[in-house]
């Protein structure tokens, strides 16, 4: 059994989590895969090790032994990992790919460790969700890094950070939004494509408001082309110049008072950014190190 780790590492994620459900979406795997890896267990050591509960599972004695040793083990392989990485042929570069608010806002900043922790060169692609993980597909990027739920069979996906959208301008704004402000507004908005305008026009339907009342400006499909569009706008119209913008996007001008940001008023626009790596290559050590790396990271 020590031959194969990955039934061990199932073990474990179903102590962590509490659940054979909850192992199974950590996994990637379905959760019948998580029940016959356990009884794979059971039956190469002859004993029962979990006893599942309507409030989660339970180990039994044995599997609180089996638990110790597992947990040592994993700690060892963990440790031995990069003594691994430093007699392997690193001559490649390892790619990453990501939507445009994360690649050109947040990644940028953990590159330089990312390279490091695999001791090896990075090289990032920047495009639509959809796009990349097309890319990820034909095994053209090793990580992809989404802002858009672009779920496909044979993929491992990890939530990541927890991103909102906020309508922002160069002029200071009310705290709250009714759709009658919004219809006070000159609009830079995001082409249709757009995750964040699909998002952001599910919001404003709700609110009774549609984007095609709006005093649009122009559409453009780059995020920092937007922001720069509306640093740029004149500070002291009576129509604040306005869009919808990951606050990752704009968080140093926030910072500096270059920009100001508001909610919709009783609504919050918020999302997930994914981790998304091939299945057949969860046991890979440079994409372990790399999406270990990345989910250690608690706040962006």
């Not at 740029?232 to 008072?257: C, F, Q, T, Y």
């Not at 046991?283 to 790396?293: E, K, L, Q, T």
């Amino acid at each position: 059994m020590l031959k194969d780790f990955a039934k061990l590492q199932t073990f474990l994620m179903v102590i962590k989590e509490k659940s054979f459900s909850k192992a199974s979406a950590k996994l990637g795997i379905s959760q019948p895969a998580v029940t016959q890896q356990i009884k794979f267990i059971e039956d190469y050591l002859d004993t029962k090790i979990v006893d599942r509960k309507k409030n989660g599972i339970l180990l039994t004695k044995e599997g609180e032994e089996l638990f110790r040793i597992a947990t040592r083990l994993e700690k060892a392989i963990s440790g031995s990992e990069k003594e691994i990485l430093k007699i392997i042929n690193k001559d490649f570069t390892f790619v990453m790919g990501s939507s445009n608010a994360i690649g050109n806002y947040i990644l940028p900043n953990y590159l330089s460790e990312i390279k490091n922790r695999i001791n090896n060169n990075v090289y990032m692609n920047v495009g639509l969700s959809c796009e990349i993980i097309d890319q990820l597909e034909d095994k053209k990027i090793d990580v992809a890094l989404i802002e858009s739920p672009v779920f496909r069979d044979g993929i491992v996906y990890r939530e990541w950070v927890l991103d909102e959208l906020v309508v922002f301008s160069n002029q200071p704004l009310k705290k709250h939004l009714t759709a009658e402000d919004l219809l006070g507004f000159d609009w830079i908005c995001r082409d249709e494509h757009s995750h964040t305008r699909k998002l952001t026009s599910e919001a404003f339907d709700e609110m009774g408001v549609q984007c095609s009342n709006f005093h649009v400006l122009g559409i453009l499909g780059s995020p920092t082309a937007i922001k720069e569009s509306i640093l740029h706008a004149d500070p002291n119209s009576e129509r604040p110049v306005v869009s919808v913008m990951s606050k990752h996007v704009i968080a140093a001008e926030l910072a500096e008072g270059k920009l100001f940001d508001a909610r919709l008023k009783n609504y919050k626009i918020e999302r997930n950014f994914y981790i998304a790596y091939l299945k057949d290559r969860k046991h890979d050590a440079f994409v372990d190190n790399v999406v270990n790396y990345l989910l250690s990271l608690n706040k962006v």
